[in-house]
């Protein structure tokens, strides 16, 4: 999905862009291929991008299924992952630059905090900053910090990231890390790509409720495109969408019908730009 700005909506809405054919398990039953894992079709699709666009500066948000080390060290020198980070993940210190003595050099330096730790820190400095929506309340105040580690696992190379950890000043939520493969990129912004991130289920939940024979009920035309094409044009495609059809509607805290639950049972796809 490519997160763009309508002109004639006030939100990011999600644009299909790419799919991929990502046959299950049992497709590859009695077969001489091993079944590709979520992870590598991600890795895939982020190289395709790249090379379609190799002068762009690319932005993958993911959920927390992609929060791979392999994942992240295999697209990172193509492109920004931005995903959730957990908060006992083992992050350590860059290795000095100069090695002393002899033997292979450090690839780690010393062991970092727990981000758990640093909540609890009372010297850290935090900064408070305004997103237009967080877990379903918009213009929502809250309080930001940020540094950079390498995040090591055994058996694996360890990929330096840009951790961010935000926590809501009342309290009324809990805290939530965040990690990005730039490490020059500015914390603010991580936040705000993650958080267009919502505007996946925004799309999917309204598409449905501006169907081709309600606009031509409203509109009384049959020329689709034609229709579409004004209507995209003069900003009035919201305004005759279908009321939704469900006898219990969901609550929505959204002005396109983002769910209020939707960032829990959030669909897992890395493509969102």
């Known amino acids: 999905m490519l997160l763009v700005h309508v002109p004639w909506a006030?939100?990011?809405?999600?644009?299909?862009?790419?799919?991929?054919l990502a046959p299950s398990k049992r497709f590859y039953t009695g077969k001489l291929r091993a079944p590709k894992t979520l992870v590598d079709w991600a890795r895939q699709a982020a190289l395709q991008i790249r090379r379609w666009l190799p002068d762009r500066y690319i932005v993958l948000v993911a959920d927390s299924a992609f929060a791979a080390i392999e994942f992240l060290a295999a697209v990172r020198d193509h492109v920004c992952v931005v995903t959730r980070l957990r908060l006992d993940a083992n992050l350590f210190a860059f290795p000095p630059a100069k090695r002393k003595g002899r033997g292979r050099p450090a690839i780690k330096g010393k062991r970092l905090r727990k981000l758990?730790?640093?909540?609890?820190?009372?010297?850290?400095?935090?900064?408070?900053?305004?997103?237009?929506?967080?877990?379903?309340?918009?213009?929502?105040?809250?309080?930001?910090?940020?540094?950079?580690?390498?995040?090591?696992?055994?058996?694996?190379?360890?990929?330096?990231?840009?951790?961010?950890?935000?926590?809501?000043?009342k309290g009324d939520l809990d805290p939530q890390a965040f990690l990005a493969?730039?490490?020059?990129?500015?914390?603010?912004?991580?936040?705000?790509?993650?958080?267009?991130?919502w505007q996946v289920e925004v799309t999917f939940d309204d598409l449905s409720y501006c169907t081709p024979p309600y606009v031509i009920e409203k509109t009384g035309s049959a020329d689709l495109d034609r229709t579409f094409a004004e209507l995209l044009r003069y900003g009035t495609l919201p305004r005759i969408r279908q009321p939704r059809p469900s006898a219990a509607p969901k609550e929505h805290s959204h002005i396109l019908g983002l769910p209020a639950?939707?960032?829990?049972?959030?669909?897992?796809?890395?493509?969102?730009?």
């Open 10 to 20: 006030d939100p990011i809405m999600a644009l299909p862009f790419l799919t991929l």
């Open 181 to 197: 493969t730039d490490l020059d990129a500015r914390p603010q912004d991580i936040l705000a790509w993650f958080v267009r991130r």
């Open 261 to 273: 639950d939707a960032f829990g049972g959030s669909c897992a796809a890395p493509w969102y730009l």
């Open 116 to 169: 758990s730790a640093v909540l609890k820190d009372p010297k850290v400095h935090w900064q408070r900053c305004r997103i237009s929506l967080w877990y379903g309340r918009t213009n929502r105040l809250v309080e930001i910090t940020s540094g950079t580690a390498l995040w090591y696992r055994a058996g694996v190379p360890p990929v330096p990231i840009r951790w961010l950890l935000v926590r809501d000043p």
